[in-house]
C-alpha cells in the first residue's frame, strides 16, 4: 500500500515535471524539442519565400525575408495575428504560431544573401533612383532613404528595401491601407500611409523596380 501511495506520488510529480517544461517551453525555452519545433516550421516558411529566403513570383507575391530586420519580421507576425494586416495566405500561417516561436523565428532571416530575383522592367530604374534618394518635393513624397537608409537595408523596425521582389513591392504600395493599419490601436505602418497616397502608379513601379536590383 505505502508503496504504491510512493509510486502514484512519484508519477504526479513526474508529470507535473513534464507540464513544468512544456510551459516553459511555450516561454521561450530553448530545449532541443523547441529547436525541432522551429526547423519544422522554418521548413515550412521556405515552401512559399524559398530556400534562402529569397523570395517568389507565383500567384502572389511571395515577399523576399532574406537579410530582412529582425524586428520588421516579428512586427509583420504579430500585425496578421492581430488582423492589423490583413492577408488570407499569412493569417493561416501564423494562425499556427505558438507564441514563444515568433521572435525565434523573426531572426532566422537576417544571416541569409541570395541574390535578387530580377525581372523587373529596366526602363525606369534611373528615375526609382533619384525617388529613393531625393523623393518628390512637388508631391510631399520624402526621400525614401532617410528611413530606409542609403543602402535600403533598414533598420529594426524599418525593413529592408534591396533586392525586394519587384511585385511585391508594387503590390504593397499600392495596396497600403487596404492591407494595413486595422484595429483601434495605430501601429507603425501609418507612416507610411502619406508616402503611399502621393505615390503615382508609374513611380511606384520606378522605385520597386530600382529597389528590387538592390543587393
Ligand atoms: C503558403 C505560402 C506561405 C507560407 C508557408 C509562409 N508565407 Fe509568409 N507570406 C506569404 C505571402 C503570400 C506573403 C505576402 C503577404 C502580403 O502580400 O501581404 C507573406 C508575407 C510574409 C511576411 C511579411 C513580409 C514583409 O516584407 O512585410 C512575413 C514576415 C512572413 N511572410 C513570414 C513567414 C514565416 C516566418 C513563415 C513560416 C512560419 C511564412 N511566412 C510562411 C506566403 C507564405
Ligand atoms: C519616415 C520614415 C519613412 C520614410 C521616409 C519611408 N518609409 Fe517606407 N516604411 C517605414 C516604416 C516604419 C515601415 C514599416 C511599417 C510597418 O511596420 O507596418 C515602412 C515600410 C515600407 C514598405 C513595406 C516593406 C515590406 O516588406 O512590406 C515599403 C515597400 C516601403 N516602406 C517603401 C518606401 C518607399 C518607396 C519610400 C520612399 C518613397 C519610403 N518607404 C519612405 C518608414 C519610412
Known amino acids: 500500500m505505502k508503496v504504491m501511495r510512493l509510486r502514484s506520488a512519484l508519477q504526479t510529480a513526474g508529470l507535473a515535471l513534464v507540464f513544468l517544461v512544456a510551459g516553459r517551453a511555450d516561454n521561450g525555452f530553448a530545449g532541443p524539442a523547441s529547436n525541432q519545433q522551429i526547423q519544422a516550421k522554418l521548413t515550412y516558411c521556405k515552401t512559399c519565400h524559398g530556400l534562402s529566403g529569397q523570395g517568389f513570383r507565383g500567384y502572389f507575391p511571395i515577399p523576399r525575408l ?49 541574390g535578387p530575383l530580377g525581372g523587373a522592367p529596366k ?47 508594387v503590390k504593397a504600395l499600392t495596396s497600403w491601407t487596404k492591407e494595413r493599419g486595422h484595429g483601434s490601436a495605430k501601429d507603425l505602418s501609418a507612416i507610411m500611409v502619406p508616402t503611399t497616397h502621393n505615390l503615382t502608379h508609374s513611380e511606384v513601379e520606378a522605385v520597386a523596380a530600382y529597389l528590387s536590383y538592390l543587393k
Open 123 to 169: 526602363a525606369s530604374i534611373a528615375f526609382g533612383r533619384k525617388i529613393f534618394e531625393e523623393g518628390l518635393p512637388d508631391s510631399n513624397v520624402p526621400a525614401c532613404f532617410a528611413c530606409h537608409g542609403p543602402d535600403a537595408k533598414g533598420h529594426n523596425e524599418i525593413p529592408r528595401l534591396a533586392g525586394q521582389v519587384y511585385w511585391y513591392t
Open 66 to 114: 532574406a537579410g530582412q530586420q529582425t524586428q520588421y519580421i516579428e512586427n509583420q507576425l504579430r500585425a496578421f495575428i492581430e488582423h492589423r494586416r490583413t492577408n488570407p495566405v499569412m493569417l493561416n500561417v501564423t494562425h499556427g504560431l505558438r507564441p514563444w516561436m515568433i521572435p525565434v523565428l523573426a531572426g532566422q532571416f537576417k544571416n541569409l544573401h541570395p
